[in-house]
């Protein structure tokens, strides 16, 4: 009898593995309710579809309205397209998915309201994109979705509120694109998100007044690009972003009065800069941008925006002006301004300088030095944008000075 029971557990043990390999390596396309509901009868063991999986073509007029018939899937080798189904409303079903091993494309499915059924959903390969749903609100269903080996692109969902569902991401290999989302008013999901390879792209999303959700992000190997958001008031929350970017654009944001944010980039290497068409911004004068306008390498344009930030001009005006700590205070000189070997400091009333503390683009410390009648060595400084700090007996006065 014990052998027997042996015998049978090995038997199950082994048609177990043998109806569980991998199946269709070419792929499949489902147009039908009947035949999702078929599929396990069709395909008897497919759970690891090696190819590509397709719900739905366009125009959309299949009749498709449950996935319940592909509960048994594991994972998917290739693309997996959700696309054009007007009758479906989310995606359970797809519960035991855990990996996709190329892109996620969930596109113009006008009556999908929810992404549950993927909550098992750990990595996509390459591309998670979700483009025209409009009665989408949140990604809730993507709670266990840890990594994107390339691209989150979410483009015009006119219902899209938030991201919320997706606060466990903590890895994507290229870029972020948020796109024409008309409605979305909150970033905050992308909390975990600490560096891209390519491109931060937030583009026309109308109501968004905030990019709470990027403070951790450090680095961005190509381009930041923040335009057309027309109720975005502040770039704050970019201010870890330390990169070298080759492009950089700040285009269309009608409310942002100020680049303070953008501080620490490094643009030594920048290939294009673009700063317009923002009607209120009047502060452009932060070091990461100062800095770039005194040694340009690359193609720079700075204009239509408000006065302090209207014209190349203003900005350099403005990155050369004195900063008081103490705003009543009165304004002391740096003699010369821009500097190559010494720089001479006359205080309002002569008041000796006790020290000074001279810091880069990035905020980082270089230099502590007490002067010698008021007069402070720089000739080993690199060529840039500094700032200074000033200390006489009853003030700190910080201002920036350039160094040639």
């Known amino acids: 009898m014990e052998k027997l029971f042996l015998f ?134 993507l709670e266990n979705l840890a990594s994107i080996g390339e691209e989150l692109r979410i483009f015009q969902n006119d219902g899209l509120i938030n991201l919320s569902g997706i606060n466990n991401l903590s890895s994507i290999g290229l870029s972020i694109h948020v796109f024409s989302n008309e409605t979305l008013t909150s970033l905050s999901s992308l909390g975990n998100i600490t560096s891209l390879g390519y491109q931060l792209a937030i583009t026309q999303n109308y109501a968004l007044t905030s990019l709470n959700g990027l403070e951790n992000i450090t680095s961005v190997g190509y381009e930041v690009a923040i335009l057309n958001n027309t109720s975005l008031t502040s770039l704050s929350p970019l201010e870890n972003i330390a990169s070298g970017l080759n492009r950089l654009t700040i285009q269309g944001n009608d409310v942002l009065t100020s680049l303070a944010g953008l501080d620490n980039l490094d643009l030594n290497s920048l290939d294009n800069l673009l700063i317009s068409v923002n009607y209120q911004l009047s502060e452009c004068d932060v070091l990461s941008i100062c800095n770039f306008l005194n040694n340009p390498t690359g193609n720079y344009q700075i204009a239509f925006n408000s006065t302090g930030c209207n014209s190349i001009g203003e900005v350099q005006s403005a990155c050369l002006t004195s900063v008081a700590e103490n705003p009543t205070a009165e304004v002391l000189l740096l003699s010369p301004n821009p500097a190559s070997s010494f720089i001479t400091i006359t205080t309002p009333h002569g008041q000796p300088v006790e020290g000074v503390i001279i810091y880069n683009h990035l905020g980082q410390k270089i230099l502590t030095a007490k002067p010698v009648n008021n007069t402070v060595d720089v000739l080993k400084l690199k060529a840039g944008l500094y700032a200074i700090e000033i200390l006489t007996e009853d003030r700190i006065t910080r201002t920036k000075f350039l160094k040639h």
Request: aromatic share 8%.
């Open 8 to 141: 049978v557990t090995l038997l199950s043990i082994f048609y177990s593995n043998v109806f569980s390999q991998g199946c269709l390596p070419e792929g499949i396309t489902f147009t039908t309710q009947e035949q999702i509901d078929n599929f396990q009868t069709n395909y008897p063991g497919c759970t690891e579809i090696e190819g590509y999986l397709k719900i739905g073509v366009w125009p959309g007029n299949n009749s498709i309205s449950n996935l319940n018939g592909l509960s048994v899937l594991t994972s998917i080798g290739g693309s997996c397209i959700i696309s054009c189904n007007n009758y479906l409303q989310n995606l359970i079903g797809l519960d035991n998915i855990t990996t996709i091993g190329f892109t996620l494309d969930i596109e113009k499915n006008i009556n999908l309201t929810s992404l549950n059924g993927l909550e098992n959903l750990v990595s996509i390969e390459k591309d998670l994109t979700i483009f025209e749903n409009p009665l989408l609100i949140n990604l809730n269903g």
